[in-house]
């Protein structure tokens, strides 16, 4: 009688502790970047990995990458730690409806109040298309990028009597309810490989309050190759061919050339902060009259120079190999870039990390 | 003189009808000098039942509640008596012989009772019965396990048939789930509080009783009592180290008593819940990685809850009746482990089923002194049973260990309750693809699977209204006539949708759904009769069912009849009683073959079928030959030998030349032969045991079904044969099935023989130790699309399991109660279970598991980058960001290979143990 005595008191207590739980699935990702080099390779992916911009916070980089374990070969859209290391989302076409068609997300950027702007293009890859059957401009939450809203399908026309739009590039947010950005022409040319050869017409706002958006032309932009925000309402925007850079109110429309890489070479993917400014410079870059494209600027990557335009300095960032589409930190520490390794023949660009003098 | 105490059960006794809620007392009341006493009353408990004398002393109370009861026999000019603790047993007849002495005498009064079930001639059926308290004494826990203790029985199959051939009665109300009895279980359980007793019938049980041709379950509700009286139980695994804690909580409350105006109740709540609520004993997984390793390696999204309750409400009515109100619910949320959601686990599917049932028993009562006794039972049921199966829209949070009262509400629930299938046409909201998870150990997309569930939605309901009349009618003490009948109307409504995230198109059928009324109505007559030394038991039943309304499947149903006749001869030869019996059993299909398949199909083959809405009755023809004895005073022995035949078992047939546009019909046959052999000694001198022994033989002759098996064959003219039948054994073929059980008690004497026990004053300790040998089951080759030998050409490992209870009684405070340790699988034995039908083992070889790692690469050659969510450094042998070629992916392919490869549900339980304490009060 004892022992039961002894062993109530002793099976009341127990009952207060806690069962074990079944076992959970770690994490199993590397906690950080890959190496804390500089510069410093923020993906290894063996497709080409391009077009990063920054979260407006500085927290991540976005960009685009290919989807290589699905043989329809979509393109999605990523955010890198900006540190880098494993991603923090993706944002692609997983549905099984999608699976029999490459589905493209790309030309993305996020406004400071947390929407994402960016493009679809869409071709059924069974049938080997060289051009998307379908393609628009969405706007969607970052935080539910699976519920768009359709702004205006591509191409367009700008009436009356403009030019047709068939693809923008380089987005950036004038406040959270419009863009600009570069409007494009596409060729799309079946040679050895299959091509896709993007070439700028010029600037255009496109307001996202109206649906289908409403698209307002920039005059004195045309072939323009890159755009970046400034202080205001004001632009830098580069033109396909042009070492220089040019800066343009919108309110006022008065444009002014702020630096010329002259003999440098052709200048491109502008970024701007204060009064540093940076861009892509010469490189493995040509700019051709062709007889049936007209004018074509090919890239495949420069230098990146940086421009101290209170001090009229420019200093080429020491680095082997070539970068394009750089996007400037919102702190305007470090620039996160489309790398092509130089002698190497990579299968495409990975995204770097660098920091600015 | 043991010949001439049966020849006065023959006289005074006639068992009553096996597999029901009452028994009957019997006796003979003399006076002191031992002259026979006639005109005495003998009544029970306040009078309202009873009989009196005949000219020979001898008196027979008829339909008497299964339980305790007081006995009184009086006689003018003589001195009452009376017995307190008369033990009525369903089905049997209670031996309780008086003494009356007049009021002036001196002689000492006499009584002597007996239940003496074993040797009573006139109870033809095969009765193994097991008390409510005495489950208490076992280490069991449910009905469906004290009633697995019986030979002949494997889990829920009983003499070689199918689960679901068995039929449920409750407090003598047939309760069955016509709809998917086969894999779905009754849904409702009745908490063994509540009980008085618990039998399995496996022949010979009454003609009142259909729907089953394999055994019949019977359960007794116990009545309120004159006092309240209750008992609170607490049982747990929290204390144990942490491989035997496997997160069991268990709570049990149970009362019951007198309320106002003679109206009595009892009621009973039983709720369990366990993290891993269906734990194995499969080997522990190797790799380190994987998280299973770490003890004590419960599985994942296997947690269970179930709450049990029944109450019952005694009501007399005037001096001749009563009225019996009983309820009882039960629900039971299960999640599931899917190998695939091992690492998604939310997605995981889940499953509600949840069973009510409320009835009403009204019994007329024969008058003491009627001639011809005449009792009538009028007995109203409704059982609903509602099963649901999906995805969850959230997972239940745990408040008290595996406890969480979630209601658990469905992906698609909404649409399946409605039956909506134009709505599910389309995609149904909230499902969303799988795809590969990218959260396993491994990384590689292969096996695993996440993001969405596997997109299905499960719903059926099976509602039935019951009545039913029976009557027992006295023809002297010689003759009994029993006779009635039921009618049932019922309710059948089913829903599924598969690959819900996908609009129906070439690759995903239309949702099923069906909505159908059936009806069925049986009549039966039995007699029991008494002459000299024998005892005949002759009876008939007729029963009807009608689908009456679609199916859904376009195909007409006729009303399906069957005559069952039934017929038993006892006799007592040189101390030992002797029954040779036949009876003929019938049940209606499962519903579930009678609509579009919307089940999982646990026949042969495994294939979409179309139902068949014309199905006709499954039957089955049994003869036995039975002897009792009695070896020695403390000791029982039965022994059965029988012959079942059963025909019309439900198949599939082909349809059409296709294998895969077949249809369900009444197309298989099946022969059971065996012996049962049962040895008990009841506890007396603080021991008992009982050994229960069956050797079977159940083998199936099937037409042949989807040209299962092309053995051409070259007759004597030389032309080729297809056969056109086959026989192999049945799925339940279990040839050897061995249960023993102790039971001891260390009683005053037993310490006072060795002192050194003084500490263990009191223990009870009961003992179950089982050796069964293994079931058949059928090899295909590696596809899976071919069979290799014969169905069931092949047999599992035997299975061997010790459980043990000990329990202390203890007094805490005013309360009387007592701890208890309840252990199952002692000796931890792993059983397998069953296999894998490709290798017969519960595993793939490295082998196997090599290929599916090679084919699970070829699909996904690409490399992982750093990047990716995939990425594992341990993988990326040089280093370089990228996980690429088959040096470093392989190894990840193998081992998720390993992993999804496990064998987990081959295997039996571990040792589970459990500490409860509970209080009387």
């Known amino acids: ?357 | 003189m043991r010949r001439g105490l049966l020849a006065f059960v023959l006289v005074a006794g006639a068992a009553p009808l096996a597999g029901q809620a009452t028994g009957a007392i019997a006796g003979r009341v003399r006076d002191s000098s031992g002259a026979p006493l006639p005109f005495a009353r003998v009544v029970v408990g306040n009078g309202r039942q009873g009989a009196e004398t005949d000219s020979l002393g001898n008196y027979r109370i008829r339909e008497v509640q299964a339980g305790w009861h007081q006995v009184t026999a009086r006689r003018v000019g003589f001195q009452a008596v009376s017995r307190d603790s008369v033990l009525v047993q369903a089905g049997q007849t209670t031996i309780a012989n008086f003494v009356l002495s007049s009021p002036l005498s001196l002689t000492p009064i006499v009584i002597e009772t007996s239940a003496d079930t074993l040797l009573d001639p006139l109870a033809p059926a095969d009765v193994q019965r097991i008390g409510g308290d005495e489950m208490r004494r076992l280490p069991v826990t449910t009905v469906e396990e004290a009633v697995a203790l019986s030979a002949g029985a494997v889990g829920e199959s009983y003499r070689g048939g199918r689960v679901g051939q068995q039929s449920f009665v409750l407090d003598g109300l047939g309760v069955k789930n016509q709809l998917d009895a086969s894999t779905g279980g009754l849904g409702l359980r009745i908490p063994p509080d509540i009980l008085t007793e618990a039998s399995l019938v496996t022949n010979g049980f009454s003609a009142r009783y259909g729907q089953a041709i394999s055994g019949l379950i019977n359960v007794v509700t116990k009545d309120g009592g004159e006092r309240w009286q209750g008992r609170a139980a607490y049982e747990t695994d929290r204390p144990l180290w942490a491989s035997a804690d496997m997160g069991l909580d268990r709570f049990v409350l149970s009362g019951d008593g007198p309320l106002l105006g003679g109206v009595r109740f009892a009621g009973a709540l039983d709720a369990e819940a366990r993290l891993d609520a269906d734990p194995v004993n499969a080997p522990a997984p190797t790799d380190p990685r994987d998280p299973r390793t770490a003890v004590p390696w419960l599985l994942p999204h296997n947690a269970g809850e179930h709450y049990d309750g029944a109450a019952k409400l005694t009501v007399p009515i005037g001096g001749r009746h009563a009225l019996r109100l009983f309820g009882a619910r039960s629900v039971e949320r299960r999640l599931l482990f899917d190998p695939a959601y091992k690492y998604d686990d939310a997605l995981a599917p889940a499953r509600r089923v949840t069973g009510t049932l409320v009835s009403g028993h009204l019994q007329h009562l024969a008058s003491l002194d009627a001639l011809h006794p005449l009792t009538a039972d009028l007995r109203v049921g409704w059982f609903n049973r509602e099963f649901m199966q999906g995805s969850l829209l959230s997972q239940p949070p745990f408040h008290f260990g595996a406890f969480s009262g979630d209601p658990m509400y469905f992906l698609g629930g909404d649409v399946a309750l409605r039956q909506d299938t134009i709505a599910a046409q389309n995609a149904l909201p909230g499902f969303v693809p799988p795809e590969y998870s990218v959260r396993t150990p491994w990384g590689v997309p292969a096996f695993f699977v996440g993001t969405g569930s596997r997109g299905s939605i499960g719903w059926n309901r099976f509602q039935e209204l019951r009545g039913q009349l029976d009557l027992a009618w006295g023809l002297g003490q010689d003759a009994d006539w029993y006779f009635g009948g039921e009618l049932v109307r019922q309710r059948v409504r089913t829903f599924q949708r598969v690959f819900a995230y996908l609009p129906v198109g070439d690759s995903v059928p239309p949702p099923s759904a069906a909505d159908f009324r059936p009806t069925s109505a049986a009549a039966y007559s039995e007699w029991q009769l008494r002459t000299s030394d024998l005892g005949f038991t002759i009876g008939v039943r007729l029963d009807q069912f009608q689908p009456r309304s679609d199916t859904g499947t376009g195909l007409a149903a006729r009303p399906r009849w069957t005559f069952s006749p039934r017929f038993a001869v006892s006799t007592v030869l040189s101390g030992a009683t002797v029954i040779a019996s036949f009876g003929r059993f019938a049940q209606a299909p499962d519903y579930q073959y009678l609509v579009d398949a919307a089940f999982d199909d646990t026949l042969r083959t495994g294939r979409f079928r179309r139902g068949n809405p014309d199905l006709g009755y499954e039957t089955a023809t049994q003869f036995e030959f039975s002897v009792r004895a009695r070896p020695s005073p403390r000791t029982n022995l039965r022994t059965n030998i029988y012959v079942k035949r059963m025909e019309g078992l439900v198949a599939s047939v082909p349809l059409s030349v296709s294998a895969d546009s077949s249809i369900f019909g009444n197309a298989d046959y099946g022969s059971v032969r065996g012996v049962e052999a049962l040895l008990e000694r009841p506890i007396h001198g603080g021991w008992g045991a009982r050994i229960t022994y069956a050797l079977q033989s159940a083998t199936a002759t099937a037409t042949n079904a989807f040209e299962l098996f092309r053995r051409i064959r070259i007759n004597t003219l030389g032309d080729t044969v297809f056969p056109g039948s086959v026989e192999f054994p049945l799925d339940f073929d279990r040839r050897h099935g061995l249960t023993v059980i102790l039971q001891g008690i260390v009683t005053d004497s037993v310490v006072h023989a060795v002192p050194v026990l003084r500490p263990l004053r009191g223990v009870e300790t009961a003992l179950i130790a089982r050796y069964q040998s293994g079931l058949p089951y059928t090899r295909t080759n590696a596809a899976g699309d071919s069979l290799i030998g014969l169905p069931n050409s092949n047999r599992l490992p035997p299975t061997e399991t010790v459980d043990l209870l000990v329990r202390r009684p203890l007094r805490f405070a005013w309360l009387q109660g007592s701890v208890y340790l309840d252990v199952r699988n002692l000796l931890n034995r792993r059983n397998i279970e069953s296999v894998r039908r490709d290798t017969g083992s519960p595993g793939l070889g490295p082998q196997d598991v090599s290929a599916m790692a090679e084919s699970a690469y070829a699909a996904h050659p690409e490399a992982i980058p750093y990047e990716s969510l995939r990425y594992r450094a341990w993988a990326d042998l040089n280093g370089d960001g990228m996980i690429a070629g088959s040096a470093e992916l392989l190894p990840l392919y193998l081992a998720a290979a390993r992993d999804f490869a496990q064998p987990v549900f081959f295997f039996g339980p571990p040792r589970l143990l459990r500490l409860g304490m509970e209080f009387d009060f």
Request: net charge negative.
């Open chain 1, 1 to 357: 009688m004892k022992v039961a005595r002894i062993a109530l008191p002793v099976l009341l207590a127990v009952i207060a502790c806690d069962h074990p739980t079944p076992p959970e699935p770690g994490n199993y990702t590397p906690g950080g970047p890959f190496s804390t080099a500089v510069p410093r390779q923020l993906t290894f992916s063996p497709g080409p990995d391009l077009t990063p911009t920054w979260l407006p916070d500085g927290s991540g980089i976005l960009y685009q990458f290919e989807r290589l374990d699905q043989p329809d070969g979509d393109r999605c859209l990523g955010i890198l730690p900006a540190e880098g290391g494993t991603l923090r989302a993706e944002i692609c076409n997983n549905t099984l409806a999608g699976a029999d068609s490459t589905d493209a997300y790309g030309d993305a950027a996020v406004s400071s109040l947390g929407r994402i702007f960016f493009t679809r293009a869409s071709a059924a890859w069974r049938l080997h298309n060289l051009a998307p059957a379908v393609a628009d401009i969405v706007v969607a939450n970052l935080a539910t990028p699976w519920i768009v809203r359709s702004i205006r399908s591509l191409p367009y026309s700008v009436a009356p009597g403009g030019p047709t739009h068939f693809a923008v590039a380089q987005p950036r947010w004038l406040g959270d309810s419009a863009v600009v950005y570069v409007a494009q022409n596409v060729f799309y040319i079946r040679g050895v490989g299959y091509d896709t050869l993007r070439v700028g017409i010029e600037l255009a706002r496109m307001d996202l309050r109206v649906s289908p958006g409403s698209v307002t032309r920039i005059p004195g932009t045309d072939s323009a190759s890159s755009v970046a925000l400034g202080a205001g309402d004001t632009i830098y925007y580069t033109v396909a061919g042009d070492s220089r850079v040019f800066r343009r109110t919108l309110g006022s429309g008065d444009t002014a050339t702020v630096w010329d890489f002259g003999a440098a070479g052709i200048a491109r993917d502008v970024q701007i902060r204060g009064a540093k400014l940076y861009a892509v410079v010469g490189g493995v870059v040509s700019y051709t009259h062709d007889s049936t494209l007209g004018p074509v600027q090919r890239d495949g990557g420069g230098s990146i120079h940086a421009v101290d335009l209170a001090l009229a300095t420019d200093t080429p960032i020491p680095l082997s190999g070539f970068y394009r589409h750089i996007a400037l930190s919102p702190d305007g520490r470090r620039i996160a870039a489309e790398g092509y390794a130089v002698g190497v023949a990579s299968p495409g660009p990975d995204i770097w990390l660098l920091d600015v003098p």
